[in-house]
């Protein structure tokens, strides 16, 4: 493994997850010299590394794989392309260069680089965000916690608590219960059905773990450790429920607060970066790939991404992109959607790399019309029935790319 | 290897109040208050011995403040609560760079947001005149959206006092107890006074680690003060009503929205809902003033937090657009009393109560005054240690910054294995997660333990009284 970080490279990827990995490789892939990733974990690997359960690896690999396995697969991988990682640096300020500000057990030095990607990824919300009420007791933990307490240390937490969410990584907390021998006594999800697709949501009757829908987690009490919850049922009622212990799962924010306390441009809805279809930032030395995009997409989403933004990259550097202003602005119109990307189309580019799918998420259950319109013309539309966190794409191909102007994604809803 | 003896088995086994000495000073809790009073006496000359309930100290009242460093420009004209933040605000700026004590000059902007308000400035300047902070700037509104122009163009008007500063409230408590400890005095921790008498010389203090003698005891038990006067004197001056403040701490970006602190005009019950930057480099709404009984527990409300969102965004619009880090709600020791309650009895016992949300600012003025009300043969310590605390303010030099840090373990924070390391030895090493969290900042940031809780367990197996099991604790 290497030690000493280089104060100068051709590209340096922050972060070492499958969108970071697959990048560095592909990067190497197609002859770039100098390539560096850096992760602040002590190890490489991201996220997978502590979900310790199938299914990865399908896209990538051809076969169903563990997390930590597939995890250690991306990383030889990278190693193999010849690509550095370093891992327990953590880049602490981004500045126009592009120049990278990092720190390691040696202390704070800088990284100058031809381009930079930023692959950090995305966490779960925290009970703060949420403001649920009560105490603060010990127990109180998100799913990347649990698994990192249960499969990488092999600790127990608690024995019942309670799980709160049901997206797919309050399965993947499932999961790990059922591993560590924890019995969740409940799960509570405030919509009126499991956010996750079927089959992930026969799970919980699988083990014996009691669903309840539409309602709230209002408060957590205890003392040092969890006491009970309080819930409020569908009837706006409040009840007390025995628990020694708090999952507080999903709701993925991008990990970007390097990018807040910097000089790019980010996108409230999504909460990752302003970028084109390359994947490129406000400032076009900076790309941007993975979950950091937005919340939140599996780990071959982001492998793939990785992978087009390491062409991307290869393709800047020599002189191929289309230049990054200009354009068409992508908006999404109305409380019903989340979030649309890349927000820029630009022109096309000689090489590949470019995304092919406008992502876009909504708020809230919706059936109806997906539009997409300029300056009133109608586009492109598409029929939709879905849900929160569940994937919606539109083909950039139906799109004027090249062209200017504004196009704007909105959803015109069935009446029922 | 042996299995490791628990922190507080072997606090025990050495613990010098079972070995009969005898103290010249038992200051029950070590809060900001009780760790002013032990360095002060310590420093003039005293044995002291500080006797907290708590697995921790500043586990009650000063868990949870606003981290300010007031001038006193509003506190009551002639009160000993303005005497007392005058001189521990002096006394503060003297003693912080040998203590290694941050400190950012920020100045507060007092601001009307109704005619109403308005109107109560004049009387707020001429307060502050009279009370000695002679350097207030009254603004208009311009002048105030040009100062911060963040700020919700309905402001009306408002004043500028420049002396009204961020400190790090609990780097500054640990310090004035580190200093005392290394200068000879002794700390016992889940060390409550259950009961005692003044036997005509000294003081027999019963505890559940032994018997304690001193021959002065000083009452600084926060929100149990009343309680412990009770059982140790049989009568008290004064009921405590706790009450509550609740706190919505912002993530980082939301800093660069204010430079000054951004106070209300107050009214007779309360300085208001503040909105400031803290020394970590966050942006803090609150606190909520609920008076209530229960002393022990502050619990949080999502409405009242939902409230102070909405007030924190109608002050800084920018706020609506930033996100939550942490919640937290604290208890400041609320009596029947405005003015702090500091009597000295007969039987050698001096009660320090009442002390609220001034506490911070004025500790090292309390203790100077309670000093000063003890006729004492002691000598001055001659050459103390001055211990240089651990530098947690987010514009540093902070430790991730330099060699040999052991690497980063809380991202957010930035926290490194040797900060953590560090804060779990020593004479004041951490001995609950919320103890290390207060002395390192570890897993207080944007994820709150999503990232490195289970680093961080593996770290404190086997040497906090409670083993982690997530990143709070009830401490």
């Not at chain 1, 930032?281 to 997409?297: H, I, K, Q, T």
């Not at chain 1, 991404?305 to 390491?310: I, K, L, P, T, V």
């Not at chain 1, 191929?320 to 200009?326: D, E, F, K, S, T």
């Not at chain 2, 402001?155 to 580190?178: K, N, T």
Request: glycine share 12%; aromatic share 4%.
């Amino acid at each position: 493994m290497a030690h000493d970080l280089p104060a100068e490279c051709d590209v340096a990827i922050i972060g070492a997850g499958p969108a970071g990995l697959a990048a560095a490789a592909e990067l190497r892939a197609c002859g770039a010299g100098r390539v560096i990733v850096l992760d602040r974990e002590p190890e490489a690997g991201g996220i997978p590394r502590h979900c310790n359960h199938p299914p990865y690896g399908l896209r990538e690999y051809h076969r169903l794989m563990r997390g930590p396995v597939y995890a250690a697969r991306l990383v030889q991988d990278a190693w193999a392309s010849g690509a550095q990682i370093f891992p327990g640096a953590t880049v602490t300020a981004l500045h126009a260069g592009p120049r990278l500000t990092v720190s390691t057990a040696s202390g704070v030095q800088e990284i100058l680089a031809q381009r930079v990607l930023i692959a950090t990824g995305v966490r779960e919300s925290t009970r703060a965000e949420r403001l649920i009420g009560g105490t603060k007791p010990g127990g109180v933990l998100s799913t990347g916690a649990l698994q990192g307490l249960v499969h990488l240390k092999g600790m127990q937490p608690f024995q019942r608590p309670v799980l709160l969410g049901s997206e797919l990584v309050a399965f993947s907390a499932l999961l790990t219960c059922r591993k560590a021998g924890v019995r969740p006594v409940a799960m509570v999800e405030p919509g009126p059905r499991a956010t996750a697709r079927w089959p992930a949501a026969l799970l919980p009757r699988m083990l014996g773990v009691p669903l309840h829908l539409n309602t709230d987690l209002v408060a957590i009490l205890g003392e040092d450790r969890v006491r009970e919850v309080v819930l409020r049922g569908p009837d706006g009622t409040e009840r007390s429920l025995a628990a020694d212990g708090v999952i507080v799962s999903g709701r993925f924010v991008p990990e970007a607060t390097l990018l807040r306390m910097g000089h790019l441009e980010v996108d409230p809805g999504s909460g990752g970066p302003v970028v084109d279809q390359f994947g490129r930032c406000s400032d076009p030395a900076y790309f941007a790939a993975g979950n950091l995009l937005r919340p939140v997409e599996t780990a071959g989403w982001s492998w793939c991404e990785g992978q087009r933004a390491g062409r991307a990259i290869t393709a800047s550097l020599r002189g191929a992109l289309p230049p990054p202003g200009g354009g068409l602005r992508v908006v999404a119109e109305g409380a019903a959607l989340k979030y649309v990307l890349p927000q820029r189309l630009v022109a096309r580019g000689c090489g590949a790399g470019a995304g092919d799918l406008l992502q876009l998420r909504v708020t809230q259950p919706v059936k109806g019309r997906l539009v997409v319109t300029r300056d009133g013309a109608e586009l492109w539309s598409g029929q939709i029935d879905t849900r929160p966190e569940r994937r919606l794409t539109v083909p950039i191909a139906a799109l004027p790319v090249g062209e200017t102007g504004t196009l704007t994604v909105r959803i015109e809803e069935r009446t029922r | 290897m042996p299995p490791r003896a628990s922190p507080l088995a072997r606090a025990r086994a050495s613990d010098p109040a079972l070995t009969g000495g005898r103290f010249d000073v038992a200051v029950i809790g070590a809060g900001i208050v009780g760790c002013a009073l032990a360095r002060r006496l310590t420093l003039d000359g005293a044995r002291v011995v500080v006797l907290e309930q708590a697995a921790e100290v500043l586990d009650g009242a000063s868990k949870g403040n606003s981290g300010l460093l007031h001038t006193g420009f509003d506190a009551p004209e002639g009160s000993l609560e303005l005497d007392c933040i005058k001189a521990g605000h002096a006394e503060y700026q003297d003693i912080r760079e040998r203590l290694n004590l941050p400190l950012i000059r920020s100045a507060a902007l007092v601001l009307a947001w109704t005619e109403e308000e308005a109107a109560a400035l004049p009387g707020l300047m001429n307060q502050a005149q009279a009370n000695g902070v002679s350097d207030v700037q009254p603004l208009d509104r311009a002048a105030l959206l040009a100062l911060e122009p963040g700020l919700a163009p309905s402001v009306q008007a408002g004043f500028r006092v420049p002396g009204e500063a961020i400190i790090d409230p609990w780097s500054a408590a640990h310090a004035y107890l580190l200093q005392a400890l290394e200068n000879g005095a002794v700390l016992l921790r889940g060390c409550e006074v259950t009961g005692g008498r003044h036997d005509g010389a000294d003081w027999q203090l019963d505890t559940p680690r032994g018997r304690v003698t001193a021959g002065l005891v000083i009452n600084a038990a926060g929100n149990y003060g009343d309680i412990v006067d009770q059982r140790l004197i049989g009568r008290t001056d004064f009921t405590l009503r706790p009450r509550k403040g609740q706190f919505v701490v912002y993530d980082k970006p939301a800093a660069a929205l204010a430079g000054h602190i951004l106070l209300p005009v107050p009214t007779k019950t309360t300085k208001g809902v503040v909105v400031c930057r803290t020394i970590w480099g966050n942006l803090l709404v609150g606190p909520t003033a609920e008076d209530q009984d229960e002393r022990a527990t502050a619990t949080l409300v999502p409405a009242a937090l939902e409230a102070l969102k909405a007030r924190g965004a109608a002050i800084l619009p920018g706020l609506a657009q930033q996100k939550v880090t942490a919640i937290y709600a604290g208890l400041r020791p609320a009596t029947q009393f405005k003015d702090y309650q500091i009597r000295k009895h007969e039987q050698a016992y001096i009660t320090v109560g009442g002390i609220r949300s001034t506490g911070l600012t004025a500790a090292l003025g309390i203790a100077r005054h309670v000093a000063g009300l003890i006729e004492a043969p002691w000598q001055p310590v001659k050459d103390p240690a001055w211990p240089r605390m651990p530098m947690l303010a987010e514009d540093g030099p902070r430790d991730w910054q330099s060699a040999n840090n052991g690497g980063i373990l809380c991202h957010c924070e930035k926290v490194t294995r040797r900060e953590i390391e560090a804060a779990l030895t020593g004479p004041l090493a951490a001995q609950t997660l919320a103890g290390l969290k207060r002395r390192t900042r570890v897993t207080m940031g944007r994820c709150q333990g999503f990232y490195c809780t289970a680093d961080l367990a593996e770290v404190t197996r086997g040497r906090l009284v409670r083993p982690m099991t997530g990143q709070d604790d009830g401490a």
